[in-house]
């Protein structure tokens, strides 16, 4: 091989271009160490920056955990709400309110409190509990609530691309389960929708303290028989919910039981 006339061969220029250094190890341009790989990834983000399968995961389940947890948080502040309702009917309405913004709680201490801050919690958290179950519909959350006998049915019904604005303008008059979760499971955005419940919630709501502002007369009388009877009126609330879960437990035992022996006398059988 003759020499290259800068007294280099041309397998030293070959090498000092990267392409052949058996002298530092390296087989190629691209085989430095770096951050970025040939596809743009990085060890830590991921390819182009974007977050790694950790993250996307996380983001998924963040996704599908936060109508649960949101609802889930406003269905048990409700049931304590309910259990101690005699309780905080006449000594925290507000409370009560913010606990059970139902209609019958609105009805009942509407003359008790303030209209403007009881109008602004009621709509805060109907709103927010309508959001939940839209967001359990939208993430295909499987809840027992979506799944009652009959709310499957008018949920598919209702559901359908037609039928969604009609759905969406009924929001301002009143919401319900089944509307919130035909509109979650359709392709309704979760903005366009909230344009529509918030101030839905807050005219519902306004109507409701009014009635019981105008009812107060009558209300009052039983808000303070509630009040005057509130620890009997609890203590009974917690026996009948502790016979009902016991009576579930042994309807539940049995029908195990009964399960159990059928599949034994099936198994058993003379072939």
Known sequence: MEPHPTGTTPDDVTSRHGVTNQRHGVTGPHDVTSPHDVTGRTSVTGRDGVPGRRGRVSARLLTRLWPTLLTGALLGAGGLGLAFLPALASSAPLLLIAMRP??????????????????LVATVFRASLDVGYFGLARHNVQSLLLRRVGTSR??????????????LWFCLVNTNLAVDAALGTGSVPLRRFLRFVVPG????AA???????????????????LDDHAGMLILGGVAVAAVHTL????????????????NDQSGHQPA
């Open 102 to 119: 139902t209609v019958s709680v609105l009805l009942l201490v509407g003359g008790e409190v303030a209209f403007v801050p009881a109008l």
């Open 154 to 167: 008018l949920v598919a019904a209702l559901s359908r691309h037609r039928a969604q604005r009609g759905l």
């Open 201 to 204: 919630s807050a005219i519902s």
């Open 207 to 225: 109507l409701y303290l009014s009635a019981g502002s105008a009812l107060a007369p009558w209300t009052q009388d039983l808000v303070r028989w």
């Open 247 to 262: 009576a579930l437990l042994i309807n539940r035992r049995l029908h195990k039981g009964g399960t159990k022996g059928h």
